[in-house]
């Protein structure tokens, strides 16, 4: 991860056009690729700057997208006509300085009560927070068995209340080597509409981001292991749970061949097809794990996210946030 300083964020007006700064180029493996994004579409950039950029969401009811920059422990606002602006910080650690490389909030999402969930690094917990004030945070979850989690790293509700969320050890001092370290394994967590904590998953090495198909019958997950670069598909039974999974698609070829990043956060479309950071930019895969192309924006990029009418694609790149027009709509739009 990057240690530079914020010296300048900026965002470029989308009433000026001409001056727009873009990145990037698009990769297509397969034609059914433009029939997603158009060959002319550009990764246009809105702010940079950033030490880590992370986990967008976007807020329909107030139009504006919200970011973390992990290792600068804070939450970002952008919005049209407005620009960037610093919506909370601490974002994800509140204790004492010097904690970790990566002590802020990660993987944001906003849950079906309108409320902003965050997965904490440094206070090593999932929050959900009043979007528009009126309230601090309260836990979604802190502890399993009664052992405080590594690092929530990415987070997904499903339409019924249930959450899953990844721990793997990035935002911990020393990561797995941290000898504060309660919990032995890296693992993907449930969380009930009573509250009840359950591990879904335990058999990966650094469970990433998370994602539902659109009728919600699957869970996606990205890990971010460079030897086992994988999106791994989970198919969730009735009561919540999931079946013992099946790998989707395998990138660690493409780590290994020198392409920059790792799966990390990943999206689905109306279709079902998957929009997933990885080795190369973000990934666009079938249902059934067929590469039909890659959005490269030359740099390691961590997470994207579905904006204004679901057809914009939010990116977060390493120091950029950027955008990219697509010919889809996002789940949930």
Known sequence: MKTKLI??????????????????KLVA?????????????????LAEGFTWSEGPIWSKEGEFLLFSD????????????????TFLKPSGYTGILP??????????????????????????????????????????????????????????QATNGIYYFTDPPYGLPDRENASTREIDLFGVYKVDTSGNVDIAIQNLTRPNGVALSPDESIL????????????????ILPNGELDKGKLLFDATSMVKAGLKGLPDGLKTDKNGNIFTTGPGGILILTPEGNLLGRIDTGEATANLNWGNDGSVLYITADMYLARIQTKTKGKGF
């Open 220 to 235: 996606y997950v990205a890990q971010s292991d460079p030897d086992a670069a994988y999106i791994m598909s989970y198919n």
């Open 99 to 156: 904690y970790s490389s990566e002590p802020g909030s990660n993987g944001l999402t906003i849950n079906i009560d309108g409320e902003l969930v965050a997965c904490e690094h440094g206070d090593r917990r999932v929050t959900r927070m009043p979007i528009n004030g009126g309230g601090g945070k309260f836990p979604v979850a802190d502890t399993w068995q009664g052992k405080r989690f590594n690092s929530p790293n990415d987070v997904v």
């Open 29 to 45: 493996e397969d034609s059914k690729f433009y029939e997603l994004i158009d060959k002319n579409a550009k990764i246009e950039v």
């Open 70 to 85: 992990v290792p600068e422990n804070t939450i970002f606002k952008w919005k049209k006509d407005e620009g960037l602006t």
């Open 7 to 24: 010296l300048v964020l900026m965002a470029i007006p989308f009433a000026l056009p001409a001056q727009q700064k873009t990145i990037g």
